[in-house]
Antibody, heavy 121, light 107 residues
Framework: QVQLQESGPGLVKPSQTLSLTCSVS??????????WNWIRQPAGKGLEWLGR???????NYNPSLASRVIISVDTSMNQVSLNLLSVTAADTAVYYC?????????????WGQGTLVIVSS | DIQMTQSPSSLSASVGDRVTITCRAS??????LNWYQQKPGKAPELLIY???SLQSGVPSRFSGSGSGTDFTLTISSLQPEDFATYYC?????????FGGGTKVDIK
């Protein structure tokens, strides 16, 4: 059973870079045909897809954030990373990593438990 | 971007009730529509993919239907563990987008 676990700082200062890692266990990022996604959810609000990456490194981003977001994969560590540049208070949210469905399907069949990131000085 | 609109935004129901949640896309998405359940403090869980396919392990009281722009999630007999927020999500084209959610609480 594939499991995902997000990690990273819970507090980031405005204008700095938010950096999170998603560690995948129970399966290899390189095996199968899955996208690896980042999704966030501000407190009490809905879900926003940030972007996705494939094991060979090709990434797609939400245009609303494309100039600030970088998603990468480290197959040797079986990890997916999120970097969000120049953060503001509006980036405060729970951040989830999620595996896409088989065959590069655009649904999310495995989720991490999420990690809360607060942007504040 | 494809906008997803869910209705209602919240509803109150009793155990045993039949519950229906609707989701409308701003343009046709054929059957690329997925449904998730989220409980407080937890990550969402996939219930239905491609409009009507039940994810493995999900109880059969959950069902989905629809195509084009209009979709429905139905819970045939609401159970205590079903009180949660439900989200639809379109998988037709990036950026992938979600509906605003429907909170189902106890009447």
């Amino acid at each position: 059973q594939v499991q995902l676990q997000e990690s990273g700082p819970g507090l980031v200062k405005p204008s700095q870079t938010l950096s999170l890692t998603c560690s995948v266990s129970g399966g290899s990022i390189s095996s199968g045909s899955h996208y690896w996604n980042w999704i966030r959810q501000p407190a009490g609000k809905g879900l926003e897809w940030l972007g996705r990456v494939y094991s060979r490194g090709s990434a797609n981003y939400n245009p609303s954030l494309a100039s600030r977001v970088i998603i990468s994969v480290d197959t040797s560590m079986n990890q997916v990373s999120l970097n969000l540049l120049s953060v503001t208070a509006a980036d405060t949210a729970v951040y989830y990593c999620a595996r896409g469905g088989p065959g590069f399907s655009n649904w999310f069949d495995r989720w991490g438990q999420g990690t809360l990131v607060i942007v504040s000085s | 971007d494809i906008q997803m609109t869910q209705s209602p935004s919240s509803l109150s129901a009793s155990v045993g009730d039949r519950v229906t949640i609707t989701c409308r896309a701003s343009q046709t998405i054929t059957t690329y529509l997925n449904w998730y359940q989220q409980k407080p403090g937890k990550a969402p869980e996939l219930l239905i993919y491609k409009a009507s396919s039940l994810q493995s392990g999900v109880p059969s009281r959950f069902s989905g239907s629809g195509s084009g722009t209009d979709f429905t999630l139905t819970i045939s007999s609401l159970q205590p563990e079903d009180f949660a927020t439900y989200y639809c999500q379109q998988g037709h084209s990036a950026p992938l987008t979600f509906g605003g959610g429907t909170k189902v609480d106890i009447k």
